[in-house]
């Protein structure tokens, strides 16, 4: 590593959200609470638990108020839902929830697969939403999606996606992820894009890296970002995830995978991967396919539980 490395850092948790919104096969409200408190049970203090979105346009989340009724919202888990538009904000407020995440677009094609809206009428939606949240003492995450690639328009220029990401933030948002939507991403790139945030002002401590895993690129993307200074990591337990409105999009950097390499690393983050492993085995078990993440293969294949190489 180049920089000196962290200590610790956050894992941002998304297996409940991006991880299930792209299951066909409904996943009942019971579940995917079992799935929440296994995560907590493995460490995790970040966990995104849902979309107040229409529910016709992904309907896996429609049970959206159900599942925040069987969260504790004032203990020490976070649990920031996505909120598209001040309808969905109403929501969030109804269920009591404390922080949310808007998601938009560096692509125009994008913007109105998702959100039914181009580019510039994105700002237009989440402006009143981001502001009434933060009135409302609310933290509010920006996602800016297809940062690396979109499935119409091909590459998309890095000027495009800093000036998309940075009026989101600009909104009154109090973190930034940048998306690779389709997984599109290599560490040189995901070094580039980070530097041309820093030069409009946007540090390390303003963002977080999003990756989904196509290319199996994504935990070398999150080690570049590691080494540009990220400090916060999302991951989804398992590698589950992926977008409905994304053709080709497969899922996230599996969680596991991250923690593996954390504790390889020295660096805390608080997940117990073993234990993290053993629930990403039984949510396979209820979706009726094996977990994508090597760590959950490998470890759920041996009795006894190896420890990452290279530990301090
Ligand atoms: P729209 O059809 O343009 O909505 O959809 P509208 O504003 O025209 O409203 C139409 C009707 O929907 C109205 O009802 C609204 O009240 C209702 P009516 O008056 O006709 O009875 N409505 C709602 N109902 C419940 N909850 C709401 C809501 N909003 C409107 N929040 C909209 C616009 C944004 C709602 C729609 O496009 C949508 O829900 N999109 C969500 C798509 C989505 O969830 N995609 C996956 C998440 S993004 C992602 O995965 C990427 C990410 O992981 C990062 C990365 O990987 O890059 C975050
Ligand atoms: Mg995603």
């Known amino acids: 590593m180049t920089t000196t490395p962290p200590s610790a850092v956050t894992v941002y948790e998304v297996g409940a959200r991006d991880g299930l919104q792209n299951e066909s096969t409904t996943v009942p409200t019971a579940d995917k609470l079992a799935f929440i408190a296994r995560l907590v049970e493995a460490g995790l203090r970040t966990i995104e638990a849902t979309s107040f979105v229409h529910p016709r346009w992904v309907p896996q989340l429609a049970d959206a108020e159900g599942v925040l009724e069987g969260l504790d919202l004032n203990g020490s888990v976070s649990y920031p839902v ?3 538009n001040e309808r969905g904000l109403d929501r969030a407020l109804a269920a009591g929830v404390k922080g949310i995440a808007i998601f938009g ?12 809206r181009s580019v510039a009428e994105q700002f237009d939606m989440f402006a009143p939403t981001v502001t009434r949240a933060r009135a409302h003492g609310m933290d509010v995450r ?4 297809m940062c690396f ?11 495009q996606v800093v000036d998309v990401g940075r009026r989101l933030f600009d909104l009154g948002a109090t973190q930034l992820s940048i998306g690779d939507t389709l997984g599109l991403a290599t560490p040189g790139r995901v070094h580039d894009l980070i530097e041309a945030f820093g ?3 946007l540090g390390p401590d303003d963002l977080a890296v999003h990756f989904h895993d196509t290319y199996g690129q994504a935990l070398a993307n999150s080690y570049a970002a590691l080494e540009a200074g990220i400090r916060t ?26 923690v593996w390499m954390l504790d390889g690393l020295g660096i805390h983050s608080g997940v117990d991967v073993a234990h993290l492993a053993r629930t990403s085995t039984w949510m396979a078990g209820l979706l009726g396919r094996p977990s994508t993440s090597r760590v959950v293969q490998a470890l759920s294949a041996q009795d006894d539980e190896p420890t990452p190489g290279g530990t301090a």
């Open 199 to 201: 030069a409009t002002g």
């Open 149 to 159: 690639g979109d499935p119409w328009e091909g590459s998309v220029p890095l000027g």
């Open 105 to 116: 677009s560096a692509t125009e094609s994008f913007a109105q697969k998702n959100l039914n």
């Open 82 to 84: 996505l909120v598209p």
């Open 142 to 145: 920006a996602y800016v999606s």
């Open 233 to 258: 990591f999302d991951a989804s337990a398992g590698g589950l995830g992926g977008c409905p409105y994304a053709p080709g999009a497969a899922g996230n950097l599996a969680t596991e995978d991250l």
